[in-house]
């Protein structure tokens, strides 16, 4: 199999008597990846999206996905959207079902699968998205944004290889776009690989291990994060501005308040610049991991009960799953391996509820973030 899930090779795409919205777009996804397509408006985003599950026919030029060149017949149409799962930035033209269950169980059925199987995969995504209950209701009598909740839950019943999102966050309340991005790094972790489009420059920067420029149908970049953030004139022929905690960053560095010669990636980093050094005989506080795959309510109960005054957060569907059926109301349940962080940093401990791949996740990211600040936080699974 290729390394490359995803690929481009000079695409032009023409709508109907308009300039080329697409010129020459070459790049490769590679497995695994999390990549935000990042542009302006009308920059395009989304005619670029559209082709990566054969919904646009490019006018040159060739998309392939797992190193198989796209074409455009029905059946190997339905394979290319069983491997590629597409949520469109309206997602009034995907939900359409008379009902919500119905809705996110047409693509699970059209897989043919089992009735059983459809109503675990239904039941999980609409958990997932936090829609549990609403199956009966008819998708045009919910907000806007519960309907892009449905539109996500319909996609993620197929399980794809690589999901495909337009403007995800788009119309969500801040705390479910962080929820749902929180989802997609979940399905990361279990090897989806994700590409999303957005005009976000603080989520692209914070959540995307690499990001394509996009601007005036042209890819301007392709690269990490922070190269293409400090690129001033990539961003200024982009028309977009660098994210705010970039942007601090180089001013305070301009002025010598801050000495770190990497951009901070997040928050915990920041604030350790600004800090300076830590102080030795400072306490910082632990980080203490548990998997709810293996804990028994009663041991979530000795754990709480243990230290009622340490914050918790919940990671991960199962998790929250796990939280919710246990009557247990975790402090944090998105953003959280920051947040425990910070409260590290403040000498405090926290406890994390998580499970799978994501156990080793919050592992990593302290790691990280001691080679990055010199700061150890101890994460001790219990
Ligand atoms: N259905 C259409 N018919 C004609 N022109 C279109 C159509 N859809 C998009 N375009 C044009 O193609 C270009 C790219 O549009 P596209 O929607 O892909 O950009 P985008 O980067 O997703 O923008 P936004 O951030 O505003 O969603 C724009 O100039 C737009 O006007």
């Known amino acids: 199999m290729s390394d490359n899930v995803l690929e481009f090779d000079d695409i032009w795409y023409s709508y109907p008597n308009r300039p080329p919205s697409l010129r020459g777009i070459s790049f490769a996804i590679e497995r695994g990846k999390k990549v935000a397509v990042v542009g302006p408006n009308g920059a395009g985003k989304t005619t670029l999206l559209l082709m990566c599950n054969g919904t646009l026919v490019p006018e040159r030029g060739c998309v392939r996905v797992d190193g198989e060149e796209i074409v455009y017949d029905r059946a190997a149409l339905r394979r290319v959207r069983t491997a590629v799962g597409l949520v469109f930035q309206n997602s009034d033209a995907q939900v359409f079902a008379p009902s919500v269950y119905a809705d996110v169980a047409f693509g699970p059925a059209n897989l043919r699968l089992s009735e059983e199987e459809i109503r675990t995969r239904v039941s999980d995504a609409l958990f997932a998205v936090g829609l549990t209950g609403y199956e009966r209701r008819p998708p045009h009598h919910l907000s806007g944004g519960e309907r892009k909740r449905v539109a996500i839950a319909g996609i993620l019943a197929m399980r794809p290889e690589i999901l495909v999102a337009d403007e995800p966050t788009a119309s969500l309340d801040p705390a479910t776009a962080v929820e749902i991005m929180d989802l997609l790094d ?4 279990e090897g989806t690989t994700i ?6 420059v603080e989520l692209a920067y914070r959540w995307a291990d690499e990001v394509i420029l996009l601007g005036g149908g042209e890819l301007l970049h392709q690269g990490t994060p922070a190269a293409v953030f400090t690129d001033r004139d990539l961003m200024r022929e982009a028309r977009l501005t660098p994210p705010v905690l970039l942007d601090l960053y180089l001013e305070l560095s301009r002025r010598g308040l801050v000495a770190g010669a990497v951009p901070p990636k997040g928050i915990p980093e920041m604030t350790q610049l600004i800090e300076g050094a830590p102080a030795t005989g400072r306490s910082v506080g632990t980080v203490f991991l548990a998997d709810t795959d293996r804990l028994t309510r009663e041991g979530l109960d000795e754990l709480c009960a243990g230290c009622p005054e340490r914050r918790t957060g919940a990671m991960g569907t199962r998790a929250k799953r796990f939280c919710h059926d246990a009557g247990y109301l975790p402090d944090y349940t998105y953003g959280v391996v920051d947040k425990c962080l910070l409260s590290a940093m403040r000498g ?8 799978g791949g994501m156990l080793d996740r919050v592992e990593l990211r302290a790691r990280l973030f001691a080679e990055e600040s010199g700061i150890v936080v101890q994460v001790v699974r219990v």
């Open 348 to 355: 405090e401990d926290t406890l994390i509820l998580t499970c």
């Open 195 to 200: 590409v999303l489009s957005t005009h976000d």
């Open 186 to 189: 979940e399905l990361h972790e």
